[in-house]
């Protein structure tokens, strides 16, 4: 294993780093042709970010009501499904009148 050092990076100089930044920043308004772009674009995500998570705020509050929602549609579904088995258990082969007219020697029907 090799030794893990303590020495931690220098500070850097406060007037080197500020000058550095303000070539980056003269470097964007070249690019954009526009001072300040970089300023006006974070100002522009502020009101966005409001929105989101008011949005958040608003589907976090409803999930509750949307669980529900689905339990009971679970709910309903499975009774269907039930309904459905019992019905086509219980449904009678019959001849003219009855609710069906099939062959009762066919595949399908040969567990009724």
Known sequence: ?????????????RQTFQRS???YNDQIAVFT???GKLKALREQK?????????????A??????IAELRRQLDSKVNLIA????????SWKVGGEGEIG?????????KFV
Do not use: C, H, Q, W
């Not at 502020?46 to 608003?58: M, S, V």
């Open 46 to 58: 502020a009101p966005l970010r409001a929105k989101r998570e008011e949005l958040k705020r608003k």
């Open 82 to 89: 039930v309904i459905s088995v019992a019905v086509l258990f």
């Open 60 to 65: 976090d509050a409803r999930k509750p009501e």
């Open 101 to 109: 007219n099939y062959d009762s020697g066919s595949e399908f029907f």
């Open 33 to 35: 042709n526009e001072p």
């Open 21 to 23: 930044l303000s070539e």
């Open 1 to 13: 294993l090799a030794p893990v050092s303590t020495s931690r990076p220098a500070i850097p100089d």
